[in-house]
């Protein structure tokens, strides 16, 4: 008999779509600058536009597919000349290895060039048949896209109903076969084996995702887990290239942006979520964090002309 949930990886990986839509730009027309919680994943229809994400620039052309890593900012710029549309799909998506970013683990490209036409054809049309079925889903709970009424409307899990749980499920397969079939779009370009992570390392990060709202010493975290707190430095400076405290902060940070988003959670909640039990002190780490303040970042990301 075959237990193939003795693969810890299957326990692991989390797969979880959130938005697919395609966009349409005329020469001239920005595409935004801002840095999202979640990965974004481009396929790119028409014309050319020059990306620049964490200090790497590409020019993006038709049969690009690029990969945006969650919170990293992107800047779009014209190519000076061009004149045609600029069209892509869109696909927002959380894809994690227990608590760690896949595209990090995995070390996605930017940006992937056309090697295959025909490959690239069929992950745009199952694309929008995804993008079809999530239209329709949101349309018959009620989530009209272009309504402004609705877009901070949230469906609780015990309002979902029987049928309504099966589209779900059905979209979860459609969501997963796609990723499937980027995963081999793009596997010419990916390491042999992911990066190699300390499973002690795996298991502090976890706990810290869990209990963001408390408050940790890292004299006690490093106690916790059986550690020296200078072994515990270290296994972060070699993983992450930052120490614990950087980390936690980054955590409380990424998940700040992800209430922003998906949440109608207020300013004080949220800073209680993340375990600052401060709201200026809050306020003031997430404007030296981002640039912006809290309340401005919200704006941003729930304007939908900023889903990009």
């Given amino acids: 008999m075959g237990h193939i949930q003795h693969v810890n990886f299957l326990n692991d990986l989390s797969l979880r779509l959130n938005w697919i839509i395609e966009w349409k730009f005329i020469p001239g027309e920005a595409v935004g600058k801002i840095a999202f919680p979640y990965t974004l994943i481009w396929l790119v229809l028409e014309g050319e536009r020059d990306i620049e994400v964490n200090g790497q620039s590409h020019r993006m052309k038709r049969g690009d597919i690029v990969i945006i890593p969650p919170h990293a900012m992107r800047d779009v710029a014209d190519v000076p000349g061009e004149s045609m549309m600029f069209q892509y799909i869109t696909v927002c998506c959380d894809i994690r290895v227990g608590s760690l970013e896949m595209s990090e683990l995995y070390r996605f490209p ?17 694309s929008r048949e995804l993008h079809k079925e999530t239209v329709d889903f949101l349309y018959k709970v009620g989530l009209r896209p272009e309504t402004p009424e609705t877009l901070n409307k949230e469906i609780k899990s015990n309002e979902v109903t029987v049928d309504e749980t099966l589209d779900l499920l059905r979209i979860e397969s459609m969501f997963r076969t796609w990723f499937h079939r980027l995963f081999q779009y793009i596997r010419p370009h990916l390491p042999e084996r992911p990066l190699f992570v300390d499973p002690r390392i795996l298991d502090i990060c976890s706990y810290i995702q ?14 916790g887990f059986y550690l020296s707190e200078s072994h515990l430095r270290l296994l972060f400076r070699k993983t992450f290239g930052m120490s614990p405290n950087e980390y936690l902060l980054e955590a409380k940070m990424k998940r700040t942006k992800e209430l922003l ?4 959670y207020s300013l004080r909640d949220i800073s209680e979520m993340v375990g600052f039990h401060n709201q200026n002190i809050f306020s003031r780490a997430f404007v030296k964090k981002e640039g912006i303040s809290a309340t401005e970042y919200r704006k941003r990301l729930k304007a939908r002309d900023g889903k990009h």
């Fill in 110 to 126: 930017l940006v992937v060039e056309t090697g295959d036409q025909e490959a690239f054809m069929r992950l745009v049309n199952l």
């Fill in 210 to 223: 869990r209990n963001l709202n408390i408050p940790h010493k890292i004299s006690e975290l490093a106690r």
């Fill in 261 to 264: 988003l998906n949440s109608s």
